[in-house]
């Protein structure tokens, strides 16, 4: 009986020992279970977090290229700003200044031609007009600009083999009083490349006559006069005083007057005239209008200008190539 019993409980005691074996074991494989999950789950933490270091840093590199371009943009646009702001001042300056020198200085020519800017002032039926188309080599020459109170002609001439093409400008100034002289000069620096621009005027030529004009316009023969008309040549005197040619010298500057020419129309009116100058008429016309031209002389030779006197017939051409050559030979190359 007693052995009996003492295997019961030594079987009870092995079973015992065998479940608690096997709840041992049991617990250790969870144990073994959640640490392998948390092995995983701080494996996945650390995905997570090297997933979340990662893209921080490609946040970053993505902010700092932004960045970087923002800033290549930026001063993109301001270096273009800068030049399309540097070209607009060297575009501007160059408008102002063109425009400035437009404003005082003659039409640009070639390079090749050569330019003589000539004023003529006369009394009203002097023969001024005639005196320029035959200058221009036009009988029907029309002026280039016409308004109330002048007449800007333009002609082009070549001399001989000479290289050089002579632009010849000639204003005519309308009116019979000296203000109406300056007030149109001064009208003519205000145009753009103007032929008269102050500073640029190559030739000033005082024509004067003897002889009144006809009554009737349409008389192409004249009747010849042995002696001038004295009243007349004190019409010239009168109007070309002191003052006057004050006025007019004034509008001409030292350097850029080359020559005064004293031009005495209609000679061939004169009943002996002949191509000779020491003519008893012409002798009278010159002492007649001498006053006049000693104070032409005096005041070409202060601004440094040479001085002719011509007996002519702008009519007939007398002593018309004489002027011509005289204002080839002053006449100006561009800038000069």
């Known amino acids: 009986m007693t052995l009996a019993v003492a295997a019961i409980q030594e079987y009870r005691k092995k079973r015992q020992a065998e479940e608690a074996r096997k709840k041992v074991e049991a617990e250790a494989e969870r144990a073994k279970a959640e640490a392998a999950r948390a092995r995983e789950a701080r494996e996945e933490a650390d ?185 007349r040549v004190a019409k010239h005197i009168q109007q070309w005083s002191e003052p006057a040619l004050d006025a007019v010298f004034g509008l001409l500057t030292s350097g850029s007057l080359k020559q005064v020419c004293f031009f005495i129309n209609k000679c061939d009116l004169l009943s002996n005239h002949t191509d000779t100058d020491r003519v008893p008429g012409k002798v009278q016309v010159e002492k007649l209008f001498e006053p006049l031209k000693v104070e032409l002389r005096k005041r070409a030779r202060t601004q440094d200008a040479d001085f002719a006197m011509i007996f002519g017939s702008a009519k007939n051409g007398d002593g018309i190539p004489l002027l011509e050559e005289a204002l080839i030979k002053y006449s100006s190359a561009d800038g000069s």
């Open 47 to 231: 995905e997570e977090r090297a997933a979340k270091r990662k893209a921080e840093a490609a946040a970053k590199k993505a902010r700092e290229q932004a960045e970087k371009s923002r800033q290549e943009a930026e001063e993109r646009i301001n270096n273009e700003s800068a030049q399309f702001e540097k070209k607009r001042t060297e575009v501007e300056e160059r408008i102002n200044k063109e425009w400035a020198e437009s404003m005082t200085r003659p039409a640009k020519l070639p390079a090749s031609a050569k330019r003589n800017s000539i004023i003529i002032v006369a009394l009203g039926g002097t023969g001024k007009t005639m005196l320029i188309r035959h200058l221009l080599k036009d009988p029907n020459a029309n002026p280039q600009k016409r308004t109330e109170e002048y007449a800007l002609y333009h002609g082009v001439r070549s001399n001989g083999g000479d290289r050089h093409e002579y632009h010849f400008y000639v204003s005519d100034y309308k009116g019979q009083n000296i203000g109406t002289l300056v007030r149109a000069f001064v009208l003519q620096q205000k145009e753009r490349w103007s032929p008269m621009a102050y500073g640029y005027v190559n030739t000033l030529v005082v024509m004067v006559d003897a002889f009144p004009p006809p009554d009737d316009p349409t008389d192409d023969a004249p009747e010849k006069i042995a002696d001038p008309i004295e009243d």
